[in-house]
């Protein structure tokens, strides 16, 4: 199946630092979603992008829907530890029955 | 509290048994979803139901098997013909009304080979 691509596939990061990664489709999509996933847990919900340009902020996460319908972006400012995990982004479009497409994942790691 | 109830948390298979993973939400939720997910890859969509009695294949179904008797559960059974099993299984549901609504997940299931 299609898939779409997600870059860095991981991040070595100091406390504080800001983040950003980015997702890239060959295919327009109407909704870009972000969702994070702790070690043995379900993916969450981080934030839902429906418009073109829409830029969307929750608490120090705010993602993007570029303006192409083609990509997006995540960046996480003064990261945390608890920032820790794997940031999935994921898209789909009307002719897919708004199944999901799923980028292979980013990584988040703390220097110690 | 509402949410998605995956159980077991880990499950054992020996070689040529069928084993159910179940699903169930209260989250009135009309469309759920199996995926599953292997290290370093995204999710891989096994089968999805929009409506009760009714399921579809996803990209990965085969050696699969899924039923749709009630709007709150979507059990899964990996078939002995599903030959590498060994995987962290996702269930999602979500809502069809309105616009496109985003899925939202149960914690897993984690499914090794004895």
């Known amino acids: 199946g299609q898939q779409l691509n997600q870059s860095p596939q991981s991040m070595f990061i100091q406390e504080g630092e800001d983040v950003s990664m980015n997702c890239t489709s060959s295919?327009?999509?109407?909704?870009w979603l972000w969702y994070k996933q702790d070690p043995g847990e379900g993916p969450v919900l981080l934030i839902a992008?429906?418009?073109a340009g829409e830029l969307t902020s929750n608490g120090r996460l705010t993602a993007q829907f570029g303006i192409t319908r083609k990509d997006s972006f995540l960046n996480i400012s003064a990261s945390i530890p608890s920032d820790v995990g794997i940031y999935f982004c994921?898209?789909?479009?009307?002719?897919?029955?708004?199944?999901?497409?799923w980028g292979a994942g980013t990584k988040l790691i703390i220097k110690p | 509290d509402g949410g998605i109830t995956q159980s077991p948390k880990y499950l054992f298979r020996k070689e040529g048994q069928n084993v159910t993973l179940s699903c169930e939400q209260n989250?009135?939720?009309?469309?759920m979803y199996w995926y599953r997910q292997d290290p370093g890859q995204g999710l891989r969509l096994i089968y999805y139901?929009?409506?009760?009695?009714?399921?579809q294949k996803g990209d990965i179904a085969e050696g699969y098997s899924v039923s749709r008797e009630k709007k709150e559960s979507f059990p899964l059974t990996v078939t002995s013909a599903q030959k590498n099993p060994t995987a962290f299984y996702l269930c999602a549901s979500r809502i069809r009304q309105g616009r496109n609504q985003p899925q939202h997940f149960g914690d897993g299931t984690r499914l090794s080979i004895l």
């Open positions: 989250l009135n939720h009309d469309a």
């Open positions: 994921a898209g789909s479009y009307m002719d897919s029955n708004y199944q999901l497409i």
């Open positions: 992008l429906y418009k």
């Open positions: 295919s327009i999509f109407n909704t």
């Open positions: 139901s929009q409506i009760v009695n009714d399921f």
